[in-house]
Each structure stands twice: as structure tokens, then as C-alpha cells.
């Protein structure tokens, strides 16, 4: 169900840069309209089809490219594009839900502990989302057990957390690497293309073998494109995941220490 959310996203975000698109050049060309142009309604409607037409030669041009790039090539880099967003944007959304105000939640467990004991603390945990107060939960119905179970619950609960915070990543990471290799693939292949067509020709025309390697080139520059864009995604799932880490073990520490304070843990 997440995947099918994150294919949603990436569509729905595909469609609305598409449509900001078309109104900005709507826009723009109805700003940089001349007083002229709109006293005369004939300079206005060519105006508005040479605007059209200008929109219309930006958007042909990238599909010209993506044609000459060779089909089957390019729609593997694009495919890796689009499930290497999905993946991209369901951890994104994970990550964020997953983030949790720590000294909020310590404030209200403490107050809790206080207040009516492990019992009122599991409540607050229970009502609040996100991995650290999972976390306080496991390590709370272990109370009774006494402090060195509640450290060794912590410890295993919060490796599962970890996991899970990390879960999709290596996904993201294969279409990292898959993209460039596809648009390498591709480029050999294109050349090996240009240099069959010169040995065909028999003749070394400058022009022939400027239009192979351009070809063939098109397709690197698509799976260089999809790596970076990935490769930022990737690198912030992995600093939002240090920061989570880190929030879990200052939180839990701080738990136990509260644990001792409010509540006669057994040793």
C-alpha cells in the first residue's frame, strides 16, 4: 500500500511540474506582451500562436532527445527514474512522520511517571507515534523486570527501529547505480552504431560521426541525470536517519534515568 502511495506521489508530482509549466509560459508570454500587440487583435493571436509554438519546440526537444537516445535504452533510464522516485518519496514521507518532538514526549512521560506511574507513561506511549516512543513503550512494560532488562529491551527494540528506518534504501541505491550503467550501456552500444554506419560508408564523414556519438551520448546524460537526482533523495533519508538514531539513544538514556528517579526499579 505505501508503494502504490509513493507511485501516486510521483505521478501527481509529475503531472503538477506539468501543468506549473504550461502556466508559466502562459504567463509569460501574456507579460511580455507589447501595448501594440494587444491593441491589435490579430498581433495578439499571432503573438499567442508563436508562444504556443515556443512551448510546444521546448517540450518536442526533449522528446526529439529522448527518441534519438534510442527507446529502448531511455525508457529503461526512465523507469529507473520513476520507481527510484517511488522509493524515494515513500521514505521520505516514513522518515518524516517518523520524527518525534523528544523533549516533548520526555516532558510528558516524566509528568506521567509522576503523576500516575509506568501505567499513565505506557498511555503517553502508546497515543504518540513514531519509533522513539515505541521504544519507551517496550522499555516501559519491562519495568518490573528491573534496569538491566529494560536496557537490553531498549537495545533490541531500537536495532528493530533502525531497521526499519533504513528499510528501502538499498532499492534507492540499485537505481543509483543502475541508471549511469543503462546510459554507459547505451552509449557504448550507440557507438559501436556510429563506427558499423562509417564502415558501411566507407568514408569518415565528419558529420556521421558527430550525429553517432551525439546519440549515443544521450544516453548518458540521462542516467547521470537520474543518479543525481536520486543521490540527493538518498542522502538525506541517510541524514534524517543519523538524526533519528541519535534522538533515539539520547531519549532512551534519558528514560532510564527517569525510570531511577520516579520509579523503584529493581536492580
Same mark, same amino acid.
Given at each position: 500500500?505505501?508503494?502504490?502511495?509513493a507511485?501516486?506521489?510521483?505521478? $501527481?508530482?509529475? &503531472?503538477?511540474?506539468?501543468? @506549473?509549466?504550461v502556466?508559466?509560459?502562459?504567463? &509569460?508570454a501574456?507579460?511580455?506582451?507589447?501595448?501594440?500587440?494587444?491593441?491589435?487583435?490579430?498581433?495578439?493571436?499571432?503573438?499567442?500562436?508563436?508562444?504556443?509554438?515556443?512551448?510546444? *519546440? !521546448?517540450?518536442g526537444?526533449?522528446?526529439?532527445?529522448?527518441?534519438?537516445?534510442?527507446?529502448?535504452?531511455?525508457?529503461?533510464?526512465? =523507469?529507473?527514474?520513476?520507481?527510484?522516485? !517511488?522509493?524515494?518519496?515513500?521514505?521520505?514521507?516514513?522518515?518524516?512522520?517518523?520524527?518525534?518532538?523528544?523533549?516533548?514526549?520526555?516532558?510528558?512521560?516524566?509528568? !506521567?511517571?509522576?503523576?500516575?506511574?509506568? +501505567? +499513565?507513561?505506557?498511555?503517553?506511549?502508546? @497515543? &504518540?507515534p513514531?519509533?522513539?516512543?515505541?521504544?519507551?513503550?517496550?522499555?516501559?512494560?519491562? +519495568?518490573?523486570?528491573?534496569?538491566?532488562?529494560? %536496557?537490553? *529491551?531498549?537495545?533490541s527494540?531500537?536495532?528493530?527501529? %533502525?531497521? =526499519?528506518?533504513e528499510?528501502?534504501?538499498?532499492?534507492?541505491?540499485?537505481?543509483?547505480?543502475? $541508471?549511469?550503467?543503462?546510459?554507459?550501456?547505451?552509449?557504448?552500444?550507440?557507438?559501436?552504431? !556510429?563506427?558499423?554506419?562509417?564502415?558501411?560508408?566507407g568514408?569518415? *564523414?565528419?558529420s556521421?560521426?558527430?550525429? $553517432?556519438?551525439?546519440?549515443?551520448?544521450?544516453?548518458?546524460?540521462?542516467?547521470?541525470?537520474?543518479?543525481?537526482?536520486?543521490?540527493?533523495?538518498?542522502?538525506?533519508?541517510? @541524514?534524517?536517519?543519523?538524526?533519528?538514531?541519535?534522538?533515539?539513544?539520547?531519549?532512551?538514556?534519558?528514560?532510564?534515568?527517569?525510570?531511577?528517579?520516579?520509579?523503584?526499579?529493581?536492580?
Amino acid at each position: 500500500m505505501k508503494r502504490l502511495f509513493a507511485l501516486i506521489a510521483v505521478f $501527481g508530482m509529475l &503531472t503538477f511540474m506539468a501543468s @506549473n509549466v504550461v502556466v508559466a509560459q502562459d504567463t &509569460t508570454a501574456t507579460q511580455t506582451a507589447t501595448p501594440a500587440q494587444v491593441a491589435a487583435p490579430v498581433d495578439s493571436e499571432e503573438a499567442a500562436a508563436i508562444a504556443a509554438e515556443e512551448g510546444q *519546440s !521546448a517540450h518536442g526537444a526533449l522528446k526529439q532527445k529522448f527518441i534519438e537516445g534510442g527507446p529502448g535504452f531511455m525508457t529503461s533510464i526512465l =523507469l529507473c527514474m520513476i520507481l527510484g522516485l !517511488a522509493f524515494a518519496i515513500e521514505r521520505v514521507l516514513y522518515l518524516s512522520l517518523a520524527t518525534t518532538n523528544t523533549k516533548k514526549l520526555l516532558a510528558k512521560v516524566e509528568a !506521567a511517571l509522576e503523576n500516575g506511574g509506568v +501505567a +499513565a507513561a505506557k498511555d503517553v506511549c502508546r @497515543n &504518540t507515534p513514531g519509533p522513539i516512543a515505541s521504544i519507551f513503550f517496550q522499555g516501559l512494560d519491562r +519495568a518490573d523486570e528491573g534496569i538491566d532488562v529494560v %536496557e537490553k *529491551s531498549i537495545v533490541s527494540y531500537g536495532g528493530i527501529q %533502525e531497521g =526499519l528506518l533504513e528499510r528501502g534504501l538499498s532499492w534507492i541505491g540499485l537505481f543509483i547505480a543502475l $541508471g549511469p550503467m543503462l546510459g554507459f550501456l547505451g552509449t557504448v552500444v550507440g557507438m559501436i552504431q !556510429a563506427f558499423d554506419a562509417i564502415e558501411a560508408a566507407g568514408d569518415i *564523414s565528419p558529420s556521421l560521426v558527430a550525429g $553517432g556519438i551525439k546519440v549515443a551520448l544521450i544516453t548518458t546524460v540521462g542516467g547521470l541525470i537520474v543518479a543525481i537526482i536520486l543521490q540527493i533523495f538518498y542522502n538525506w533519508c541517510l @541524514n534524517k536517519i543519523d538524526s533519528i538514531t541519535s534522538s533515539m539513544e539520547d531519549a532512551s538514556i534519558s528514560l532510564i534515568d527517569m525510570l531511577l528517579k520516579h520509579h523503584n526499579l529493581p536492580k
